[in-house]
């Protein structure tokens, strides 16, 4: 997009680029965009950066109808709006249907989706100032357009009785999984307290409704589980009746080798690696407990990133989504993969999340023998704190990187050994501790 401090007599010249829609970017005022189609139209755009990652824009109008000075005016007005938790497209969109009274707030479909752009402007609760995560509300409106809008999208809300949602828990559960029916009731219960607090019903019939209790998973992949996995994704892949793509397979080895969530490991950014330090921080927004995470990496890590980065060709992610190269792949995209390749592969009951037990497991080990604590710190469970207070955790910055680059570096080599199906030298390995 190419940059200027746009003038009156710029933007009665300007032309598009190649005879393509171009947009100019005001130096100004940010997120000032002139926009001109291929014929020649010209009108104003805001683009703006939620909480949440998410970009949006939005139009200002033509520029027969608006000059300069006041397609700046409104950018001030809607950056205001945006610093106080505001999306000003979504207001807008919402005020014109209302205008128009096509906004129908009464079934569950519609006021679902009010709900969902709710938690993008982080006014999905009260005193909640922060918006949902986007992969989350992503996460969500899955399960809200798969399960819950097929057997509620037409039926008014204030009408649902306990005893439908429970019947249909039920057999979400018997017809998917517990997981399944669980996540729909949780969707279920924020859009109808949402619906409360905007005196739409007056009960949440889902308080009472009950679903299986989640079973903690145990579940430790073998040695040769590992070996066959890796084996299995390693280029070329041929994996019959599976399909993988290769920057998939990457993002799962890699997620073997750093031990780090599959949502983590998908949305990799390009500026969130240090190459020459080894090291990739996560920041607070795209990790599960919103603390900033530094993640050593191995030699082996460091080789499966880079070779992803030539892969993708993408100057901002390392795992581009092949529709939209401003976005990384889905976190699901590597837990379908996974699915299809279970069956195939022999694999009972495995899942990418138990990368990050096995290799716990491993590391706590008699064969390596790091400390639960260290692992901890590995895994970016905040909930550990070393048995000191929990407020010395707050003001604890310490990241423990050596701690942790010996547990990943350690962890790397022993899965090559397992992988490779080769033993190392010694069967000690040195923690590094004096």
């Known amino acids: 997009m190419p940059k200027s401090k746009l003038t009156d007599a710029f933007v009665k010249s300007a032309k598009p680029l190649n005879g393509k829609l171009t947009e100019y970017a005001d130096t100004k005022e940010t997120g000032l965009c002139l926009r001109v189609t291929a014929t020649g139209e010209k009108s104003w755009t805001y683009r703006y950066r939620l909480k949440s990652g998410k970009q949006k824009r939005m139009s200002l109008g033509k520029l027969r109808d608006t000059a300069l000075a006041k397609a700046r005016e409104l950018v001030v007005i809607n950056r205001a709006k945006v610093a106080n938790d505001g999306d000003p497209a979504t207001e807008k969109f919402d005020a014109r249907l209302l205008a128009k ?3 129908d707030r009464e079934t569950v479909k519609d006021i679902g989706n009010w709900y969902f752009r709710e938690c993008e402007a982080g006014r999905h609760r009260p005193n909640i100032k922060n918006p949902k995560r986007q992969s989350t509300i992503d996460h969500e409106r899955y399960f809200f357009t798969t399960h819950i809008v097929p057997a509620f999208g037409k039926t008014k809300l204030s009408t649902i009785k306990r005893a439908s949602i429970q019947a249909f828990v039920d057999n979400v559960a018997d017809d998917y999984s517990p997981s399944t029916s669980r ?10 307290a949402f619906a409360q607090r905007n005196e739409i019903t007056s009960n949440n019939p889902c308080q009472y409704v009950t679903t299986a209790t989640q079973q903690a998973r145990e579940r430790v992949l073998s040695n040769t589980e590992l070996s066959t996995i890796w084996d299995a994704l390693t280029l070329p892949i041929a994996i019959e009746g599976a399909t993988v793509s290769a920057g998939v397979a990457y993002a799962t080895k890699i997620a ?11 949305g990799m950014r390009i500026d969130e690696l240090d190459i020459e330090n080894k090291i990739w921080v996560i920041p607070s927004h795209r990790t599960k407990n919103h603390h900033t995470h530094v993640v050593p990496l191995s030699d082996l890590a460091l080789e499966l990133i880079e ?12 795992f581009p989504s092949p529709r939209n190269a401003e ?18 592969l022999g694999l009972k009951d495995a899942r990418p999340h138990d990368f990050r037990r096995t290799g716990a497991t491993n590391l706590t080990g008699e064969r390596l023998g790091f400390p639960r604590f260290t692992v901890s710190k590995v895994l970016n469970h905040a909930s550990d704190t070393g048995n000191s207070a929990a407020v010395t955790s707050v003001y604890d910055r310490n990241e423990y990187l050596p701690e942790k680059r010996r547990a990943l570096d350690a962890w790397a080599i022993r899965l090559l050994e397992i992988v490779e199906d080769r033993e190392s030298a010694g ?8």
Not at 256 to 266: D, N, S
Not at 307 to 317: E, P
Not at 327 to 344: E, G, L, Q, V, Y
């Open 101 to 103: 009274n096509e906004l």
């Open 327 to 344: 976005s990384s792949i889905n976190p699901r995209a590597m837990t379908r993969a996974f699915a299809r390749m279970r069956k195939p």
């Open 307 to 318: 070779k992803a980065i030539d892969l993708s060709g993408n100057d901002t992610f390392v």
């Open 256 to 266: 073997m080798v750093t031990l780090q969530r599959r949502g983590e490991v998908t």
């Open 183 to 192: 996540q729909c009731r949780i969707i279920l219960h924020g859009i109808i």
């Open 427 to 434: 069967n000690v390995v040195n923690l590094g501790f004096k």
